[in-house]
Structure formats: C-alpha cells, structure tokens
C-alpha cells in the first residue's frame, strides 16, 4: 500500500499551494484520509482530515478558512488546497489513511492512521 504526496514546493508568503496524495494498490473510499505536517524541531501536528464519505472535514483550528482538505474517491486521492500561506506554514506536509470505516482523529500517533505518505515539503518565504 502508498500513499504519493506531492505539489510541496517553495512559495512566498500569501501564496497558495495545492498538495495531492494518490493512494496506489488499494482503495481508500471506505478510510479517512487526513494531512499532518512536521516542522523542523517540531511534532508532528494534525492540519485537516476529511470522512470516508467525504462528508464531514475537519481543520486546525488555526487553519481553518485558509486551508481546504476534499478527496475524489474515483481517483483515490486527496487535495490539500492552501491558500494565504505564512512562513510558519513551512514543513513537510504527510498524508495518511486511516483504518475502514473508523471516525476521524486529530492525533498523529492515533493507530488508526494506518498508512502514511512519503511526506512533502512545503517553504513558505518572507
């Protein structure tokens, strides 16, 4: 099982990103796909999740009306749309599924995130 991000890539500030993450040799329509992200000398920390059914999302509170997580079960991949991007939005940015059918979490170390991407990067300059 993968999980490919990519779009990460150097901005500068109030610019806007779009990461994408493909889920390659099985379908993830029945998990929650979320994104986290890890900056340098930092945990890692939820950003946005969205439900199986693509129904609900979930932010960051401190991301929210800037960054939109949605997902296209047809292609088996998730968007991560960010807009306004400020240098403390600079890490690298992880995608992960979670088991089928469980609800979402706002924990990285949760288990239930079952399947983690490679990991994107994301610079945002001043």
């Known amino acids: 099982v993968q999980l490919q991000a990519s779009g990460g890539g150097l901005v500068q500030a109030g610019g806007s990103l779009r990461l994408s993450c493909a889920a390659s040799e099985r379908s993830f329509s029945n998990s929650a796909m979320g994104w986290f992200r890890q900056a340098p000398g930092k945990e890692r920390e939820f950003v946005a999740a969205?439900?199986?059914?693509?129904?609900?999302?979930y932010y960051a509170d401190s991301l929210k009306g800037r960054f939109t997580v949605s997902r296209d079960n047809a292609k088996n991949t998730v968007y991560l749309q960010m807009n306004s991007l400020k240098p403390e939005d600079t890490a690298v940015y992880y995608c992960?599924?979670?088991?089928?059918?469980?609800?979402?979490?706002?924990?990285?170390?949760?288990?239930?995130?079952?399947?983690w991407g490679q990991g994107t990067l994301v610079t945002v300059s001043s």
């Open positions: 992960a599924a979670a088991r089928e059918r469980v609800g979402v979490s706002k924990d990285p170390d949760d288990l239930n995130w079952a399947y």
């Open positions: 969205v439900t199986w059914r693509g129904g609900i999302t």
